[in-house]
Nanobody, 126 residues
Framework: QVQLVESGGGLVQAGGSLRLSCVAS????????MGWFRQASGKEREFVAA????????YYSDSVKGRFTISRDNAKNTLYLQMNTLKSEDTAVYYC???????????????????WGQGTQVTVSS
């Protein structure tokens, strides 16, 4: 059973940057595909970014491509999301997720993930 704990959220002005972290415990991070999702108030959860177990392949939603960077440090069991040039529409609760098992082309689907963190709030003021 993997536990995921996010941190790094907060209030930032538009155009600013934040780095989110997600620490995994109870398992070996390198065994999992990992991703970031977000959910804005009153909206459905949406995919942000995902990374393969060895961080060779990274995937991004069109809305964050070029602004956000996903990375991982398997030695520290930690997943990161560097968010630059933040916009008000990036305001949401951000969730870290981990997927066990084999590769799938559906890493953008929340239903593929087995474990979820509690989320960290990111608020971007305009």
């Amino acid at each position: 059973q993997v536990q995921l704990v996010e941190s790094g959220g907060g209030l930032v002005q538009a155009g600013g940057s934040l780095r989110l972290s997600c620490v995994a415990s109870g398992g070996t991070a390198r065994s999992y595909y990992m991703g970031w999702f977000r959910q804005a108030s009153g909206k459905e959860r949406e995919f942000v970014a995902a990374t393969s177990r060895g961080a060779v392949y990274n995937y991004y939603s069109d809305s964050v491509k070029g602004r956000f960077t996903i990375s991982r440090d398997n030695a520290k069991n930690t997943l990161y999301l560097q968010m630059n040039t933040l916009k008000s529409e990036d305001t949401a609760v951000y969730y870290c997720a981990a997927k066990a098992g084999s590769f799938t082309t559906k890493l953008s689907a929340g239903s593929e993930y087995d474990y979820w963190g509690q989320g960290t709030q990111v608020t971007v003021s305009s």
